[in-house]
Each structure stands twice: as structure tokens, then as C-alpha cells.
């Protein structure tokens, strides 16, 4: 799992390569969780190399979301697959999410 | 040596004290007895002095009286023999008398000295005294008041014709009316009661009297023989030691009163004296030294009996403390040395057995713990185990007796244990060899129950030997103590043949070991643990660990206040089997997690499951199995989870079994997933995503074991 951080424009891109599974859960939510500061922006999920998430996984989607919420700022999910997408759709992240 | 310096110290602290008190108490006991001896001394000298004076006084007022008579009869010479006539008659003490004529005052009468005297018989008879041969006015008693005018008392004498009486003088002037001294009136006083008198005197058992004459005559003395016969001087002469002999003399003579010391034969006297008042005469007390002060020394000599033998009390003590104290020292020294070695003695002992859980980290076929908790500091317990080319191996034991002995059987017990299992794999052989081995240096008779078993892990096939061990419990479909032949002990008999058995274990079936520590803990009412304490213990699946901390904890209350009485040794062997395409075992770590997704993809190619769905059913198997690890087992625990998964037609049915905590995921409550993200938990997705992928889920709690059965329909 590699997890980029990029900064674009105003733009927050998070890249995620890989399986985002229980092991690798934790060391990718502490990746991410300085970015709950900046969640008055915008944070882009790139999920175009996501080949797996667990509930764990979506456990990291949720808690930005929630500070993006917190702070009047987005996230959204960018290139998500069919598989994932059955997966966000079994858990409502659908709604959740602005999906591109 | 310090010691030995701080004894003697005392002894000799101890001595200087004694002697000085000793001898500071016999100074003032001797000055104490020196006064009493000088105060009776003194006293008695005083009153014999007074009844002396008593009597010399009579003589001298019987005298004085007759004076005048005389003066009268100065007129008629003839009557003056009536006078001393009278005068004798009147005072017993004299024994004569004489008016006796200055010659020249009678012209008629130029020497007139008529002597009246009582005879041998007791009649006076009289003579006269002047004589051609006798001329009295040379004599002493006549010259002396003559000149003097006044009385005078004669030297003692010795009277030669009336038997050796001892006699004395007494003369006084007879003055005529113009005050002329016209005669001298005598009276002999015989002084024979002055020797009882004198005599008489008896201070000290060896004490003497003494008087002597202002001329140096004996007057008194014990020996008879010397009296008017020797002066003092003359004694003094004779004896060696003159010096102080004559000192005395010297002060007596001059009439003082006091004490001298005098040595006299080689032996130290004290002489008191005292004068006698007009007659010249002295009067002592001769008190032997050893008289004095005999009694204080003979208890001089018995304190200083008592203080030596006092000395050599403490002597003897401070050599028996001494003694003791080294022993004692040598024996805490000894003790704290021992005490030492069994620390480390108790180190190597639990360096040789293993005692890393989990042994085997790398292994999922095998959970396993094992502990063992010595009554003393060194135990005669032992276990051991370890894996050779795909067995485990493994082994109880308890050698008789505690302690450094036992501990020490162990220790060679496990090293013979390793060196014959490393090319042995028959349980009965390893067994029979050990005893062998052990019986032939066995000189102390100790002897060991063992258990000895071989787990082939790629089959679950246990062989085993038992050798008077307390049987094993098997945890397979029930638990029971597993079948053991009579073997008995190692280190009995040495060319015993020992009988193995075989089982076959089950994967997921375990097998409990324990040394009678555990059977025989006893609490304080002497009721043991025993074996059905331990099955009641021992239901409930929980890993190996978890089995052996339950057991001690229920043993520890069990036992309460109770002192232990004996190593307890515990194994647990948990045999979980091999893994195979449909059974994985993961450990309770979530890492393992990562092996899940193989193993799925297998199932799924057999099953014939697209590429969504086995990733769907990854998922789901994750999460339950995510679930089992974060919330089955205490953290860090190395437990197992037992994931199987069974093929039909129809369906796959996954079947997630673990041995800790009774937890049920199918009650989690649903998650509103339609809700908004600020009032979406961040839990309960895992669960969510088990029941939205898989078509049914199951999950029941049997035998303490948690198990969730998930089945996905095949289209």
C-alpha cells in the first residue's frame, strides 16, 4: 500500500496504490491524519490504483469526511472501481461522498 | 586476631578492676582493722594502767599516811619499827618496811635502819638494815628521795629470800618539824599480781604484754624465765633484728605513749605502749601481725581465689562466644553462599528449560505454554520440549524430594532427555534408555516419574511413554486422563523395559500435562486440588496460555493461606493441525490477516466464484476475522483462529472458530447507512459488510468455543 500526498492548486490529492486492508489501516491513518487540519479545503481520494478496502479502510474515509464536514471543506473520491464502488455502495459511502 | 585482642581486653579490663577494688578494699579493711586493733589495744593498755595505778597508789597513800607517825616517832627511834610494823599490817600489799635514818641526824644514832618484813610464814619479823655490809644510805631507795626530796619507786626486784618475788620500792622523805628530812619511810610492795594483771591481757590469740622498768628490765613478759633477769636491750641484741626492737625500747623508756611495728624472729608485730605514771615503768601489747590482720587476709586470699576463678569464667565465656560467634559466622556465611548458589543454581535451571511463549511463533499447527513454579528455590520439576524434523517432542517430570538434590536429578534427567531424543523418536525407547542411563549413577535412590510423548505434527500422531507420571489429560471430544501403561519410574530398576502407547490427536485437540504439584495442592483444610478440579478447570476453549494462567489462578484461590507444598509443572500442548486449502490457522495478530487473501483465492478458483465476489467474500472474511483478533483475545495473546471452509455445489460455508472470548457479531445492531456522515459511527462497518456479502450468518457459542459460520450461495 503507498499512500502520496500531493498539494494542487488548492487541492489536497491523496493517492492510494494498492490494498488498503486491516494491517495497513493503521500506518495509512496516521499518514492521513494531519490532513484533518486542512479539511477546509478540498481532499481528493485518488482511488485509481485502490484495488481493495476493508472496513478499516473506510473507517479513514469516514473520520475525514467527518472533519471535512466539521470544517466546511470536502472530500472527494476520484476513480473508484467497480468493486470498490459495490463496497461503498453496500455501506452507504456513496452518499457519503462526492464520487468522480 | 582482632577478636582474640578485644577477649583478652576484656580479661585484662576485667583483672585490673577486680585487683584494684580488691586492693583498694583490703587498704581500708587493713586501715579499718589497723584503728580497731589500736583502739583495743589501747583501751586494754588503759585500764590495766589504771588498776596498776590503783595499786601503786594504795602503796604510796599507806606510805605517805605512815610519814607523819614517823615524823612523831623521830623522837623515840625505838618506836619507828611500829611504825613499818603498822604500816604492814595495815596494807597487804606490802610485804615490808624500814624508816630509815639520815645518817647524822641522831648524833646517838648515826645509822638506824630497823627493817620489819613478813617472813616466809606470814609473821613479821625485823632486822636491822644497817649494816657495815648493807650500807643503806648508798642504796638506791634511800639516795634517790634523799636527793630529790621527793617519793621515789625503786627499780623492780627480784627478792632473792622471800621466793623470787618480783618487788618494787616505794621510799618517801620523813621530814622532821623544821622541814628537814630526817628519814626515809619504804614500803616493798610485791608486784606478783602485776604478771596476772599484766598477763592477763589477751587481745589477739598470739598477743603478749610486756612491761619493762625505766632501766630497761623485763617486769613482764610470757617467759617467766626473763623477768629481772634480761633487759630489752639484750633481747634485742640476741634477736637479728635489733633496729626497731630498741626504737621501742627507746620510747617506752622515755614514757610516751603509742604503737611502733617491730620485727622480731622474721615476723612483723605491732607493740602499743603506755607508761606507767610515776613509776617509770612501761606497759605494751605485743600483737603479731598475722593476729591483726589473719582473718582479712585469709579472706583476702579467698576473694582473690574468687576473682581468679571469676577471670577464668570469663575467659572460658569470651572463648565459647568467640567459638560460637565464628560458628556462627562461618554457618551465616555458609548459608548466605548457599543461598547464592541457589539463585544461580535456580538460574541455569530455568535457563535449561524453555521458557519462551510462544515457543514456536512461526508455527500455526501448534499452541502451546508451560510453567512451572518451584515450592523451594530449586525444584525438582522439569519439562522440556522441542521440534526435530517435523515432531514435537516433549516431556514431564518430577524427581523425588525438593531442592538442590532434585533440582540437580533434573538437570541431568533433561540433558539425557535431549541427548537420546536427538536420534530417538520412540517414545519407549527414549524412556527405556533415560532409565538406563539415569539407574546407573543413581547412588542416592532417587527416582523420577516422567512422561515422555512424540507429536508428529503432520498427522496429529502421538506415541508415549509414561514412567509412573500422573496421567496426562487429553482435550479431545471430552477430557480424560490419557491411558497410561504400569510403567514405573526412571532411575528404579535399571534394565526395565518400558511399553509406549499411541494416539491420534485431532487438529484442535490438546493435551494437558502437570506434575502432582498441581494434584496434590493442598489448602488449610488439607483438601487436595485433585484431578476433577483440574477437568472442571480445563473446560472451555482457551489458548495454551490462557489454560495455564486459569489453572494457577484457580489453584492460587483454591489454595488460599496455605503454604506451597510442592513444585507445580503445567503443559499445555495445543495441537491445532496442519492447514490445508480449506483451514487456515491465523494467530491473533492482525498481520496475519494478509495470508487471507490467498488462501481465499483458492477456495474461490475451486468454488468457481467471480472476481468481484471472492474479493467481496475476502472482505468479509477479513472483517470477521479483524473482529476476532481486536476483541477475542487480550492483546498480544498468541492465540489461534481457526477459519475452515467447506465446498458444495450450492455454497461456500466458512467456519471461524476461536477459542477466547464469548462474543456474537450477528447481535451488533445494523448501521444506518443512509445516515449523514456527522451522524455515522465509525464503527460497526466490519459487521455491516459480513452480513451485506455473505447470504446467511451464523454464530454460536459451544464447548468455550466462539464460532461464526458464513455462507456465500454460488450462482
Partial sequence: MEVTIAHQNDEIIVSLDGRLDTPVAQEVAEKLEPLKEEAGGTIILDCSALTYISSSGLRIFLSLRKAAAAAGGKVIVRNIDDNIRGIFMMTGFLNLFEIQ | MKKYRTGLLLVIVAAVTLEVTAVIQMYFSQKGIKAEASLRAESELEATQCEILDVIDQA???????????????????????????????????????????????????????????????????????????????????????????????????????????????????????????A????????????????????????????????????????????????????????????????????????????????????????????????????????????????LRRIGGLIWILQILGLAMIVLIIRSYDRSQTKYKALSEKKERMENELHIASGIQMAMIPKIFPPFPDRNDLDMSAAIIPAKEVGGDLYDFYIREGKLFFCIGDVSGKGIPA??????????????????????????????????????????????????????????????HN??????????????????????????????????????????????????AENLAHEQFGETRIESALHGWRCAEEHLRNISDRVIEFVGEAPQSDDLTMLFIHYLGKENPHRIILRNNIKQISRLEGWVEGIAGEAGLDLPTTMNVNLALEEAVTNVILYAYPEGMHAPVILTADLSPTAVTFTLSDNGTPFDPTAAPEVDIDAPATERPIGGLGIHLVRKIMDTVAYRHRDGKNILTMTKNIK
Fill in chain 2, 60 to 182: 604510796e597513800s599507806a606510805v605517805k599516811n605512815n610519814v607523819w607517825i614517823a615524823c612523831w616517832a623521830l623522837d623515840n627511834p625505838d618506836s619507828l619499827s611500829a611504825v613499818c610494823r603498822r604500816l604492814i599490817e595495815n596494807n597487804p600489799v606490802v610485804m615490808g618496811s624500814t624508816v630509815a635514818l639520815v645518817p647524822g641526824y641522831l648524833r646517838s644514832l648515826p645509822l638506824y635502819a630497823p627493817y620489819v618484813f613478813r617472813d616466809p610464814s606470814g609473821a613479821l619479823t625485823i632486822r636491822s638494815l644497817a649494816t657495815e655490809e648493807y650500807d643503806y644510805p648508798a642504796q638506791e631507795w634511800f639516795a634517790k628521795p634523799l636527793e630529790s626530796g621527793e617519793g621515789y619507786w625503786s627499780e623492780p626486784y627480784l627478792d632473792e629470800g622471800g621466793g623470787d618475788i618480783l618487788m618494787t620500792t616505794y621510799s618517801a622523805p620523813v621530814r622532821d618539824a623544821s622541814g628537814k628530812i630526817a
Fill in chain 2, 184 to 295: 626515809i619511810l619504804t614500803a616493798d610492795i610485791s608486784l606478783d599480781w602485776l604478771s596476772d594483771m599484766v598477763g592477763g591481757i589477751k587481745v589477739y590469740p598470739h598477743a603478749f604484754s610486756l612491761m619493762v622498768s625505766r632501766t630497761g628490765q623485763i617486769m613482764v613478759c610470757p617467759a617467766e624465765t626473763l623477768v629481772m633477769r634480761r633487759t630489752v636491750d639484750e633481747i634485742a641484741n640476741r634477736s637479728g633484728d635489733s633496729a626497731s626492737i630498741r626504737l621501742v625500747n627507746q620510747a617506752m623508756r622515755s614514757g610516751t605513749s603509742g604503737n611502733l611495728p617491730v620485727k622480731y624472729k622474721g615476723s612483723k608485730n605491732y607493740v602499743y605502749f603506755a607508761p606507767v605514771e610515776r613509776t617509770g615503768w612501761s606497759m605494751s601489747i605485743v600483737i603479731p601481725e598475722s593476729d591483726i590482720y589473719g582473718t
Fill in chain 2, 407 to 468: 533440582s540437580l536429578v533434573m538437570a541431568v534427567t533433561r540433558t539425557t532427555f535431549r541427548n537420546i531424543s536427538a536420534h530417538q523418536d520412540d517414545p519407549a525407547l527414549i524412556v527405556t534408555m533415560m532409565n538406563a542411563s539415569l539407574s546407573e549413577s543413581n547412588e542416592n535412590c532417587m527416582f523420577v516419574t516422567f512422561f515422555c510423548g512424540v507429536l508428529d505434527l503432520e498427522n496429529g500422531r502421538l506415541r508415549y511413554c509414561n514412567a509412573g
Fill in chain 2, 471 to 520: 496421567p496426562p489429560m487429553i482435550l479431545l471430544d471430552t477430557i480424560h486422563p490419557i491411558e497410561v501403561d504400569a510403567n514405573i519410574p526412571l532411575g528404579v530398576v535399571a534394565d526395565f523395559q518400558f511399553s509406549g502407547q499411541e494416539i491420534t490427536l485431532r487438529p484442535d485437540s490438546a493435551i494437558f500435562l502437570y506434575t502432582d504439584g498441581l494434584t496434590e
